[in-house]
């Protein structure tokens, strides 16, 4: 309980803290011990949710009664097919540093409706740039900008979000997931090589995290999704099903249901593990 406290003061002083805009004070700060949560729901922070792995996630933990704040570059859709609304959606391009504080303070305010407690944040959104005609980008000609992008959405909005939301993280005694890829720990024959290093980096940096986070209640894992049935597969990928043990994609559903249960109670103890879905293609 002290090391936790002692957890949340540290990072009162992180610069990421204090680029959040509009004065948001934190929630215990604005909140009484005595207040009583309006939402008892527990609540999960994902990034990426209007399709793919994101959507399937936000439907799975939905249908668990969880609170799900979603994040992404889209306006809140009126039609998304979970119970949500507008309340549960921030408009954020994570590839905008600034944007990212503004959206952690966002994200903040509305956490008071469950008490300034997080039980879940997913860094799931990324970006894979490709060449003409899908063709990979390699580490010879891909640009620098393309390389900045990529590393400000796939690596520094994570860490950037994690950061900002310690402290109801820790209140929570809550977990984050972030999505790496197979691809971090292979040269690929579509991924390019900007996407590849963001991924490594970004398992990397969850080793790191789990050492740094786990003093105050805090689990961080990652999963490793290979080819999963979504719209950022190039033309191609059925070549490499061949060779996949399991001789199939992966459905998004299969990753969603991995992610929930890193997040829940069942995974208590495991914390800095990186979890394959892939049917095998690492072995
Ligand atoms: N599919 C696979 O086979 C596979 C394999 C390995 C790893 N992965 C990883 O799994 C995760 C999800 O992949 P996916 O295939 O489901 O991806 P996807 O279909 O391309 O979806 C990407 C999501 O990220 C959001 N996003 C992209 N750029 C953003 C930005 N600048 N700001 C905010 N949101 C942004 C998108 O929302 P908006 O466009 O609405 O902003 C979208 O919801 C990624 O981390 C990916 O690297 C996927």
Redesign the pocket.
């Known amino acids: 309980m002290m090391v936790r406290t002692l957890g949340a003061d540290r990072l009162k002083d992180d610069p990421i803290r204090r680029q959040i805009p509009d004065g948001a004070a934190f929630a215990s700060d604005t909140m009484s011990d005595a207040a009583t949560p309006a939402d008892a729901r527990p609540t999960l922070v994902l990034?990426?949710?209007?399709?793919?792995?994101?959507?399937a996630t936000v439907k799975r933990f939905s249908r668990e009664g969880w609170r799900v704040i979603t994040?992404?570059?889209?306006d809140f859709a009126a039609d998304c097919p979970w119970p949500a609304g507008p309340e549960d959606h921030i408009k954020?391009?994570?590839?905008d540093p600034e944007d990212v504080g503004y959206a952690v303070s966002e994200i903040r305010q509305r956490l008071q409706a469950n008490g300034g407690k997080l039980q879940a944040l997913v860094n799931?959104?990324?970006?894979?740039p490709k060449a003409g005609k899908g063709a990979r980008m390699d580490s010879i000609r891909t640009p620098m900008h393309v390389w900045r992008d990529v590393f400000q959405?796939?690596f520094f909005?994570p860490i950037m979000l994690a950061r900002g939301l310690h402290q109801e993280l820790a209140s929570a005694n809550g977990a984050i997931v972030n999505?790496?890829?197979?691809?971090g720990s292979r040269v690929h024959p579509f991924a390019g090589t900007a996407?590849a290093t963001s991924?490594a980096a970004l398992a990397s940096l969850t080793r790191e995290m789990a050492a740094d986070f786990g003093p105050d209640g805090i689990r961080v894992n990652a999963i490793?999704?290979?080819?999963?049935?979504?719209?950022?597969?190039s033309p191609g990928t059925e070549k490499i099903v061949e060779q996949i043990p399991m001789r199939r994609l992966?459905k998004?559903s299969e990753?969603a249901d991995i992610i929930y249960f890193l997040c829940s109670g069942q995974a208590s103890y495991v914390n800095g593990a990186e979890i394959h879905i892939n049917g095998g293609q690492h072995v």
């Open positions: 990034t990426g949710a209007s399709r793919g792995i994101g959507h994040c992404s570059r889209q954020v391009d994570l590839s799931n959104a990324a970006i894979s959405v796939n909005a999505v790496t890829s197979i691809v996407y991924k490793a999704p290979g080819e999963i049935d979504t719209a950022i597969l992966g998004t990753v």
